[in-house]
């Protein structure tokens, strides 16, 4: 497997598998789209398009995030959220396993993809789904947020562009982020018949809603862990 493809694998209690498999372009680190056969009207960008969406639909027929989902939509739109599933996802670096549920296993999924879909919304999410963490927690989701945003902020400076370590850039991207979630939402609800894909992306919205309650309080929550370096300038 090369270094640019990632694999899930659902195992169902009845052992019936289902899988996904991504291969990704280099640069940009977006997701290499397959052809769509008869694709739904739910999928058009036009259709309940995102109101920060940039994307010109003379120029693109299909909203690419709803266009790389849909496979989701088709394997699970049966499926109920809390039907357990063991997960396995294969990199060519490691291979990450766990008994989860399926809308746990999905919004996992979805967030790879929606990060490298191609969507201008969400492309600060790139790099995160270059290094995805599979069924990564809230902490974890919030560490490396703000690791890209600062890692950003360190390119821009270094291109010559304005740039500093104040998180209110980070907060836009959560609201920005939001709004997409939330288009995302009334197109998936014209288009499916179990809650498994919605509630999928609500977990994702989850995050971004705890993000902009208070991003600097979210972070204090791990300034434990930076402590002991800290207590070196004190």
Not at 31 to 56: A, G, R
Not at 163 to 176: A, H, P, T
Not at 202 to 208: F, K, R, S, T, W
């Amino acid at each position: 497997m090369s270094e640019s493809q990632v694999e899930y694998v659902f195992t169902f209690s009845n052992g019936k598998k289902k899988k996904f498999h991504y291969s990704f372009n280099d640069n940009p680190f977006e997701i290499i789209q397959k052809p769509i056969d008869n694709p739904p009207e739910w999928i058009k960008l036009e259709f309940n398009q995102c109101d920060n969406c940039s994307l010109d639909s003379d120029k693109n027929i299909y909203c690419p995030q709803a266009a790389n989902i849909l496979p989701l939509i088709i394997t699970f739109d049966k499926v109920v959220s809390y039907e357990p599933v063991h997960l396995e996802v294969r990199t060519n670096h490691r291979t990450i396993s766990q008994d989860t549920t399926v809308a746990r296993g999905v919004s996992s999924l979805m967030g790879l993809v929606i990060a490298t879909c191609g969507c201008p919304a969400t492309r600060f999410f790139i790099p995160m789904g270059r290094f995805h963490l599979p069924l990564a927690s809230h902490e974890e989701t919030l560490f490396r947020a703000a690791a890209t945003f600062l890692l950003n902020q360190y390119f821009l400076k270094k291109d010559g562009h304005q740039s500093g370590v104040e998180l209110d850039g980070l907060l836009k991207v959560y609201q920005e982020i939001q709004r997409v979630n939330q288009s995302m939402l009334q197109r998936l609800r014209t288009a499916v018949q179990t809650d498994s894909a919605v509630n999928a992306l609500i977990l994702l919205d989850v995050y971004a809603k705890f993000a902009l309650i208070d991003i600097d309080e979210c972070l204090d929550e791990i300034r434990y862990l930076f402590e002991p370096f800290l207590q070196t300038y004190q």
